[in-house]
């Protein structure tokens, strides 16, 4: 991997999107006031705004670009990397990458502080920084994402967990991954951040903030806005304690204590009292919760300890509305009405411009017919329209915004950002009271005025809570951040959070004056979560005042005492602070000042050598040391691998007369007995010495040669051959004529396979080869007349080409011309040939071509490399299993099965080489024109060829008598059928009865997907993602008649994911019998009958009608039949009867804990 700077141009390019935005260690989430960048303003910004909050300032800003390539990916064994550190300012960084994802299937890329152990506890910079996965075929198609954060002691780390799909970076088509390597390249904007952090929140607005103990922005956000309600603080006062209540495990203390510290305290006010009431510990500080559920948590506990006391009620009082579910036939009269209570509403965004949008489909009419009738009492199925209508409105409203949603395309939990408008004032008697049912009370005026905002900045991967709020219904608006409370214009709390796009033109070439600009689209993922509304006829008494006289007098001379002490502390320690700062500044000034000198000299001396850069080159020059020590050893073809000799860096201008003598010292051979040639690049792709200098180019500088000997290509260095001549004598060279050609001579034992360096000659183009076999002969140590061939190397890629060269031909006939490499050998008898696996240069040289370093991976453990075999890319089948058997010490080769990886997933392909199914190791290597490394292996317990003709299926029996379950493997011929596997199972399983009828099932996510039919193909099965069961049929269901159904049933719990209720499975799911008029009371019965429930457990259990993952929730007296008609036995059907209960964790029947 290698690292490359380049200058900072002036202004930072703007951010083209802002998903997935999180720090990369989860609890550096929300460790401090600025998780999520929206501290510094909205992260997608503005080209002409620098991106602060209001209050902030910076200062010092420089920036960097940074280049990093990671080669060799496919051969990295790890997912987490760092890059080398780089500096922007005073401090150094890093790039961290997740290769194979940050537990998600996309590449994850952050930037991090690299020196972040050692930065003083104050320090903070504001960072914008773009990353960008350069596309390396086409640069226009590069993925490029910025975003911007506040770095501190606390946040050390920030950037995008999904930054692009791992399928579209290893895809090797799409140019992100290239010779296997990938270039990512980050620019950094760092500023240093005054004003803000350190700011002192109750001077500035009169208010103060809360303290985040780590994930609890939430709570902060809730908390702001139920202290900012009078009403609701001054009935928290009011709530009795006495003085010998704890904060930490009384909640009323806690929260009289907290809101009498936000209300005259001077500092930031700790949660820790409050949240140890509840009964969490440190780690559930550290796990985000949601809004809507912390609210009624909170709201219940407070209820429960207001019972019996003067504010019994009060709460209800000030958020509890009710609403009517009301079902109407439309062929009968039948009419059932339900009033239920709510202290929230949640509202959809998605597809609603606006509030009003949301409560029009709130109240919509949904028609229940088709397969949806619904079952009236006395009347059976039934058209008819379903509705729901408002009773009566609190007098604080509070409105949960559903900004998360489950994709069921994508199979994902993804965030709306859909622009969603809200009012200042929301008027809910509007179109003739359309909101509201007849019987509702039309007294009260129900026109709300907007109070508070609660916002939600990120995405389903990670996020941050904070919240508008204007106290007493002023007209200033404040920001309520943990820790920071800020001023704010209305146009921020309203519009600014609205969410949807902004469009923003973005100059595509940076740092370049009038540059072309390109309009770019920016999603705005900073948007209201929740709403407080308080209705006009209430404000007066909502908005009350609240002074000392309401809070307890213990509670009060408790809190004086400890604010007193805590004054006192705070003094103490900053007197200590002041004097250890000193200190270290002093330290570290002294410090500061030898690092600066030093970096100075530093940059100096690198200043110099870049000025003058411009003037000095790399010559190489070869000798015959250097083809002697590389042939046969790391060179096959050609003659020199360059990149390992070593170098003069010589001023351009040089005289090459001045270079001679440099080149007389290093090899110690006088100038006159020098002659140096010209290295030229054929057109075959070869690298020859072509043409030797003469006299004239001799005498000219090393720029000048460069000049007119690289074929008016200007090169980075020049590359020479220094030719000593054939022996040690002090004797000049000989001028070299138009006849001489000058030939490289390797040689190959065919015996031994073993391919060196044999020298060079001098001969005429007239000549032919048996003019110079004597000297060859001597060359090789072999007898003057020994017998050898000769072989003309031509070139290497794509293919070897290497021809024998014919003994009467002369040179000049045979082609031949300076710089060509002459391979000769000892002619071999025939049936020495075919003893010798390569016997002449032209099949070691194809050998040596395809040559590959195979990595053997077991299939079992697909990211551990085993062992590795050095193998041809032209080696069969048999030869690659046998090469594979020997190294695990395996007799038989037959029972190796191998397997090909994916390059896009880097994992084993879902399909099997098949038996002698290629014709070479090429065909398993390729994936998509890219050739792989690593193949997986398994050893069998049976020959191949027997188990290509056999299908290998794993079969869970399923035992009724002690809900056990026995695990199968089964081996068929693929011709088979499912009534085979059955029958093969009787044979094996221990049976109820000799005579049980079996079926075979397909469970998938805890429900039963598929009932097979003993007729079908094995060959259809597909058991790639669920679990084939087998069991018995019961008594009950080989009876069945028009009159009954087959259902499927299955266990699950609600359970919060991503802030909203998904509908999770478990255990083991089963079919049962259910008859046309049977209520559910009777199925009951049945159900826990077979399960063995306990009475009291069963009293906690729903029973749910599921369709399409969701739950209607069912009553005693409901009929199911009518539900689960025509739910066909053989196909999937989405109609279940869902138990919702909590998972057992002792091994009760009820589970069957071998599940699944």
């Not at 002036?10 to 260690?25: A, G, I």
């Not at 106290?471 to 146009?491: C, G, I, N």
């Not at 110690?668 to 010209?678: H, I």
Request: with cysteine; aromatic share 10%; charged share 30%.
């Amino acid at each position: 991997m290698t690292a490359m700077y380049s200058p900072p141009h002036d202004k930072f390019w703007q951010l083209e999107d802002v998903d997935s935005l999180s720090s990369e260690s989860g609890l550096e989430e929300e460790t401090t006031p600025e998780e999520a960048g929206d501290v510094i303003g909205n992260c997608y910004g503005a080209p002409k705004e620098t991106g602060n909050a209001a209050g902030n300032r910076t200062k010092d800003s420089c920036t960097t670009k940074f280049t990093w390539r990671i080669e060799n990916v496919s051969r990295l064994q790890v997912n987490r990397l760092y890059s080398e550190t780089f500096e922007v300012g005073d401090y150094k960084w890093r790039i961290l990458i997740f290769l194979r994802g940050n537990k998600v299937d996309y590449l994850s890329v952050y930037l991090a502080v690299a020196d972040s152990t050692i930065l003083p506890s104050r320090w903070s910079r504001y960072v914008q920084f773009s990353f960008a996965i350069v596309n390396q075929v086409d640069h226009k198609h590069s993925i490029r994402k910025g975003t911007s954060q506040q770095f501190n002691a606390g946040v050390r780390d920030w950037g995008f967990e999904s930054f692009m799909p791992l399928s579209k970076l290893y895809n090797p088509n799409r140019g992100y991954l290239y010779n296997d390597t990938i270039v990512v390249e980050a620019e950094v904007t760092a500023e240093e951040a005054i004003g803000y952090i350190f700011c002192d929140s109750k001077k500035e607005t009169g208010y103060v903030g809360l303290k985040n103990q780590g994930a609890t922005c939430y709570m902060n956000s809730l908390l702001q806005t139920l202290y900012h309600i009078p009403y609701f603080r001054k009935v928290v006062y009011h709530m009795p304690t006495t003085v010998h209540d704890k904060p930490s495990t009384s909640i009323p203390m806690a929260l009289q204590s907290l809101f009498y510290k936000l209300q005259y305290s001077d500092e930031n006010v700790s949660t820790k009292e409050l949240t140890k009431s509840f009964g969490w510990d440190t780690n559930e500080a550290f796990l985000q919760c949601d809004v809507q559920e912390f609210n009624r948590v909170l709201c219940e506990k407070l209820e429960k300890r207001m019972e019996r006391t003067v504010v019994e009620g009060e709460i209800r009082k000030l958020f509890e509305g009710h609403h009517m579910n009301i079902i109407e036939c439309i062929d009968v009269d039948y009419r059932s009405c339900r009033i239920e209570s709510f202290y929230d509403l949640q509202l959809d965004v998605k597809g609603c411009h606006d509030v009003y949008d949301s409560f029009d489909k709130y109240v919509a009419v949904e028609y229940l017919e088709g397969e949806n009738k619904y079952h009236a009492e006395h009347y059976g199925l039934q058209d008819a329209k379903k509705g729901v209508l408002f009773r009566d409105f609190p007098p604080v409203l509070q409105l949960h915004l559903k900004r998360f949603e489950y994709d069921f395309v994508q199979n994902i939990m993804v965030k709306i950002n859909d622009c969603y408008e809200f009012p200042l004032q929301l008027d809910l008697d509007i179109e003739n009271y359309k909101y509201l049912s007849p019987e509702a009370e039309k007294s009260v005026r129900n026109l709300y005025t907007l109070y508070s905002v609660l916002v939600h900045r990120g995405d389903v991967h990670g996020g941050h809570y904070y919240a508008f709020i204007r106290p007493a219904l002023s007209s200033q608006w404040y920001r309520f951040d943990d820790e920071h409370v800020t001023k704010e214009d209305m146009r921020k709390a309203l519009e600014g959070l609205y969410g949807g796009e902004e469009e923003h033109l973005m100059q595509i070439t940076p740092g370049i004056i009038n540059a072309l600009k390109v309009p770019f689209k920016f999603t705005k993922n900073s948007n209201a979560y929740m709403l407080v509304y308080v209705r006009e006829s209430d404000k007066d008494k909502i908005m009350c005042s609240v002074d000392e006289k309401d809070v307890a007098e213990h509670l009060r001379e408790r809190l004086k005492r400890e604010l007193e002490k805590k004054e006192q502390q705070k003094k103490e320690k900053e007197d200590e602070r002041l004097k250890r700062e000193q200190e270290k500044n002093e330290h570290k000034k002294e410090k500061q000042d030898k690092r600066l000198k030093r970096e100075q000299e530093k940059t100096e001396q690198q200043k110099k050598e870049e000025e003058n850069a411009h003037l000095y080159t790399i010559v190489k020059v070869t000798s015959d040391d250097d083809f002697a020590e590389q042939i046969g050893r790391t060179v096959f073809f050609d003659l020199v691998d360059h990149d390992k000799v070593k170098g003069f860096r010589v001023l351009k201008s040089t005289p090459f007369s001045v270079f001679n003598e440099e080149v007389a010292k290093e090899f110690g051979v006088p100038v006159q007995l020098q002659r140096f040639w010209l290295w030229t690049k054929r057109e075959n792709g070869t690298y020859r010495p072509a043409q030797p200098l003469t006299h004239l180019e001799e005498t000219k500088t090393i720029e000048q040669l460069m000049e007119v000997l690289s074929c008016e290509v200007k090169t980075a260095e020049l590359n020479l051959f220094l030719d000593l001549g054939q022996d040690l004598r002090q004797i000049p060279l000989p001028n070299k004529t138009e006849d001489d050609i000058l030939l490289f001579f390797k040689l190959y034992d065919p015996e031994t396979e073993d391919l060196r360096y044999a020298g060079r000659l001098y001969v005429k183009g007239i000549g032919t080869p048996a003019d110079i076999l004597t000297e060859l002969n001597k060359m090789a140590g072999y007898a003057p007349d020994e017998e050898i061939k000769l072989f003309k190397e031509i070139k290497f890629e794509p293919t070897v080409i290497c021809e024998c060269i014919n003994m009467k031909l002369t040179f000049k006939a045979s082609q031949l011309v300076d710089g060509d490499i002459v391979c000769f050998q000892k002619s071999i008898s025939v049936e020495t040939c075919q003893l010798i696996q390569c016997p002449d240069v032209p099949t070691f040289l194809e050998l040596q071509h395809n040559l590959q370093v195979v990595h053997f991976r077991s299939l079992n453990k697909p990211k551990d490399n085993k062992f590795s075999l050095q193998l041809s890319r032209l080696d069969t089948y048999d030869e690659v299993v046998g090469s594979v058997a020997q190294r695990l010490g395996v007799n038989d080769p037959s029972k190796i099965r191998l397997t090909s990886q994916d390059l896009s997933t880097q994992l084993p392909k879902p399909y099997h080489v098949k038996y002698r199914g290629v014709d070479n190791l090429l065909e398993m290597l390729l994936n998509d024109n890219h050739i792989s490394d690593i193949l997986y292996y398994e050893i069998l317990d049976m020959y191949m060829p027997e188990l290509q003709g056999l299908r290998t299926l794993k079969i869970a029996f399923f035992h009724a008598a002690n809900n056990d379950m026995d695990i199968n493997s089964l081996r068929l011929p693929k011709e088979s059928t499912v009534g085979d596997i059955l029958h093969c199972l009787r044979m094996t399983v221990e049976l109820s009865h000799p005579n049980a009828e079996l079926r075979l099932i397909e469970v998938f996510m805890h429900k039963i997907y598929k009932i097979f039919a003993v007729n079908e193909s094995i060959e259809s099965i597909n058991d790639n993602y669920g679990t084939l069961r087998a069991e018995e049929i019961c008594e009950e269901e080989k009876s069945l008649g028009p009159l009954d159904c087959l259902i499927r049933v299955y266990h699950f719990k609600s359970v919060e994911i991503e802030k909203q209720m998904q509908i999770h499975n478990f255990g083991v799911p089963f079919l049962l019998v259910i008859h046309e008029n049977e209520v559910l009371s009777h199925v009951k019965i049945r159900v826990q009958k077979k399960l063995n429930v306990p009475d009291d457990e069963l009293s906690k259990w729903k029973f749910a009608f599921v369709s399409d993952g969701r739950a209607e929730y069912l009553q005693d007296s409901d009929i199911l039949f009518s539900r689960f008609q025509n739910c066909g036995s053989s196909v999937y059907c989405e109609r279940h009867l869902g138990l919702e209960h909590l998972p057992l964790v002792k091994n009760q029947d009820l589970l069957h804990l071998r599940s699944l």
